[in-house]
């Protein structure tokens, strides 16, 4: 080989077998985060003549640092972001030494965006919390180093920046460090160390400052070239999420995905988590054949030496050290949503790669960013934290967060929007009332049905208040019985005498107040009768969760369109003037919302026909689909 080609290579080999550092940036608003990796790429010589011509020119037009270059913007890449002087989105940045290569994080400091910092703070081995020297700890610095402590990162940098602006002061410093420890000494962070910075002149970056003579600890990137992080994902037990079956043609089928944590070899045990089945691996195999060997982070097919049903969302993990299953657990959850969280509505959890169905049942806390004290709580706002116990429709295999992240950790999706709300990690399974099993019961539904000629269904009136619900499910429920049928009638106001007299009209208790219902009204379509319900019931997700809990040719969504100000001058009980004086609090239709039905299976003008019309039309409907047969 040529020695020009033995230099290349070896140069290039030397690259491949550097460590990977991934860290992030976190902290408030103007602490100077993208001018720090704006600075960190400058110093490494990573930038091209081209990219400092254009950073010269941007920091003409938008630059904060007067003629010098404003090195936010080089990561500052969205227009609201320069305009605004702010960090929105994460910004990822690869950068590399002689000693180490590393991938940042540019996360936002706004108190909006803390959503994305989390992001950004969820693949991250070190956390660089910077602080402004003028401006000492405030509350965002609080909310994201706790964040930081609780997705695991156990190494942190804190960097008090613009130390230029206080004349290089070692009392600020020393002030702002004390402080910092004494807040952050129960987050069990493994390191920490505190950097006097100026990432705008590069003090203490890349080279030991002469103006921080006080100053005898390493610089920022020494640090960052020296700090051990051990890849612990490799020295937990095996796990495997599925992600795919591959299944080319008969003669080979094989279960795909990546590894999370661990390691794996031909011939070791293995145990599907959630059946409990178990086998042995026959083969790993990779879009470079086969191999010996996998391990956490790797993409690849294990074909197994027996025939076990796996299916998508499945984990195959080591036999011999097995994760929990379970459909309760505590978690810490971080809400990401304007909307708040509220105990008992159905949401969507994604572990690994399965989703389920499952809500919160309980809020046991959240937790006060500024003093960390618990806190009672009836929901989560946006940003807060909380310790909540959930509850999933199927059990799932999981680890605690602490013992395998990769296993413990889950998103919450709305189920309406699809969008992502919240962000957690599982602390233990819950092992309550064991002892309770289902009762096998020798007479069932079908036999309670067929005895009273008919089948069980549940009728849903849904709509405002004053839309005429009660009257129309009344004429239904009179005219099921004129023809000798089994009905019962749930109205709203009614159950609050009894059932659900605890409840206020908060989001909260009307979540609670629907549950409630639907799982009585379940207990009546389990007797063989139908059932109406007359309840406002104003969000879909209520409304959907009483349709799950039945099956599927069970639930009727009725919806009563009456136009607002038509049920306002009905207004039968006078509670539209109370509410638009004031005096009653969450009023449907005044100040809080209806979601209308998407597509109910009856919809009903109801403020155009006589009720004795509609409800003839509702019991056509129920012949016409051999309800009443």
Known sequence: MPAEATVVADYLSAQENKSLLRFLTCGSVDDGKSTLIGRLLYDTKLLFEDQLAALSNDSRKHGTAGDDLDFALLVDGLAAEREQGITIDVAYRF???????????????????????????????LAVILVDARQGILTQ????????????????????????????????????????????????????????LSARYGD???????????????????????????DDALVRP???????????????????????????????????????RTSKVKAIVTKDGVQPRAEAGEAVTLTLEDEVDISRGDIIAAAAARPEVSDQFAAHLIWMHDDALLPGRPYLIKIGTRTVSASVTEIKHKVDVNSFQKLAAKQLALNEVGVVNLATQQPIAFDPFADVPQTGAFIII??????????????FG??????????????????????????????????????????????????????????????????????????????????????RVGETAKLFVDAGLIVLTSFISPFRAERQM?????EPDEFVEIFVDTPLDVAERRDPKGLYARARRGEIKNFTGIDSPYEVP???????????????????EIVAYLQRLGYLA
């Not at 070692?170 to 000494?185: G, L, N, P, T």
């Not at 203490?204 to 051990?230: F, K, Q």
């Open 204 to 230: 203490n970056m890349l080279e030991r400052s002469p103006r921080t003579p006080w100053y005898d600890g390493p610089t920022l990137v020494e640090h960052l070239e020296s700090v051990p992080v051990a």
């Open 598 to 616: 998407a597509s109910p299976e009856i919809h009903l003008a109801a403020g155009e026909r006589a009720p004795e019309v509609l409800a003839d």
């Open 414 to 427: 709305d189920r309406m929007s699809n969008l992502t709300v919240g962000a957690g990690m599982i602390d």
């Open 95 to 125: 950068f590399a030494t002689d000693k180490r290569k590393f991938i940042v994080a540019d996360t936002p400091g706004h108190e909006q965006y803390t959503r994305n910092m989390a992001t950004g703070a969820s693949n991250s081995d």
């Open 141 to 196: 610095t609080r909310r994201h180093s706790f964040i930081v402590s609780l997705l695991g990162i156990r190494h942190v940098v804190l960097a008090v920046n613009k130390i230029d602006l206080v004349d290089f002061s070692q009392k600020v410093f020393d002030d702002i460090v004390a402080a910092y420890r004494e807040f952050s000494a129960g987050f069990g962070f493994e390191s920490l160390i505190a950097v006097p």
């Open 238 to 276: 095996f796990r495997m999420p599925v992600q795919w079956v591959n299944r080319p043609n008969l003669d080979f089928r094989g279960f795909s995905g990546t590894v999370a944590s661990g390691s794996v070899r031909p011939g070791d045990a293995i145990v599907v988590a959630g059946s409990g």
């Open 546 to 550: 009483a349709r799950e809990i039945l």
């Open 430 to 515: 819950l092992r309550r009332a064991t002892n309770v099993h289902w009762q096998a019961l020798e007479v069932d539904k079908a036999s309670r049905a067929a005895m009273k000629l008919q089948k069980p269904v549940v009728l849903w009136f849904t709509g405002l208040s004053g839309s005429g619900k009660s009257m129309v499910a009344n004429l239904v429920e009179k005219k099921l019985n004129a023809l000798g049928r089994h009905t019962y009638l749930l109205d709203g106001d009614n159950v609050r005498h009894g059932l659900n007299k605890d409840l206020g009209f908060t989001a909260a208790d009307r979540v609670e107040n629907i549950r």
